[in-house]
């Protein structure tokens, strides 16, 4: 199975000042397809959780460009450019390059 | 507008057994891979399982392979998990989620399984 490690795992944030949240896999996550399939989703409390980043850089529709993601092979970042209250929540990444899909640790956001 | 709503959730003892269902709308579900993910009580997302668009490929996680059964009517637009033998660990929020290329883009409002004597 394939790991995904987030750091770190909480993250005091100031509004208005960036936010970053690295991830890694314990295998690369480029598919025979040519494509990784790693996504970065966020959960607000008490919420399902929502798609932020497709395919390593792709903001899903509706996401805010204060959010954007990077990096290749097992080494990946989400970005936030500046920090909003509605941020606050758990980011995780996940890779659905292989099954079993997995997710990271999680990482909690909080002002 | 794209719905998922669960149900079927509750509370069960152990070894006995559950069906989860999810109603979907608002998309070609007979088009789309469905999964099931879960996250127990202040802790992280745990995929269960994946069904292909036809209901021909499916896949589980270790933790439940061998007592869980995804299932799918297209007609009916309906994503169903046949839980047996539950155990105390399976206790969660269980998530479906749409996943067109792998993308996990639209989630149901989760359903709460509880398993204890």
């Known amino acids: 199975d394939i790991v995904m490690t987030q750091t770190p795992l909480s993250s005091p944030v100031t509004l208005g000042q960036p936010a970053s949240i690295s991830c890694r896999s314990s295998?690369?996550?480029?598919?025979?397809?040519?494509?990784?399939?790693l996504s970065w989703l966020q959960q607000r409390p008490g919420q399902p959780p929502r798609l932020l980043i497709y395919?390593?850089?792709n903001r899903f529709s509706g996401v805010p460009d204060r959010f954007s993601g990077s990096g290749a092979g097992t080494d990946f970042t989400l970005k936030i450019s500046r920090v909003e209250a509605e941020d606050v929540g758990v980011y995780y990444c996940?890779?659905?390059?292989?099954?079993?899909?997995?997710f990271g640790q999680g990482t909690k956001l909080e002002i | 507008e794209v719905r998922l709503v669960e149900s079927g959730g509750g509370l069960v003892q152990p070894g006995g057994s559950l069906r989860l269902s999810c109603a979907a709308s608002?998309?070609?579900?007979?088009?789309?891979?469905m999964n099931w993910v879960r996250q127990a009580p202040g802790k992280g997302l745990e995929w269960v399982s994946y069904?292909?668009?036809?209901?021909?490929?499916?896949y589980y996680a270790d933790s439940v392979k061998g007592r869980f059964t995804i299932s799918r009517d297209n007609a009916g637009n309906s994503l169903y998990l046949q839980m047996n033998s539950l155990r105390a660990e399976d206790t969660a929020v269980y998530y479906c989620?749409?996943?067109?290329?792998?993308?996990?883009?639209?989630w149901g409002q989760g359903i709460l399984v509880t398993v204890s004597s």
């Open positions: 395919q390593i850089s």
């Open positions: 069904i292909h668009a036809s209901g021909s490929t499916t």
């Open positions: 989620a749409r996943s067109p290329w792998g993308h996990f883009v639209s």
């Open positions: 996940m890779q659905a390059t292989q099954f079993p899909r997995t």
């Open positions: 295998q690369s996550l480029v598919h025979s397809d040519g494509n990784t399939y």
């Open positions: 608002g998309f070609t579900f007979s088009s789309d891979e």
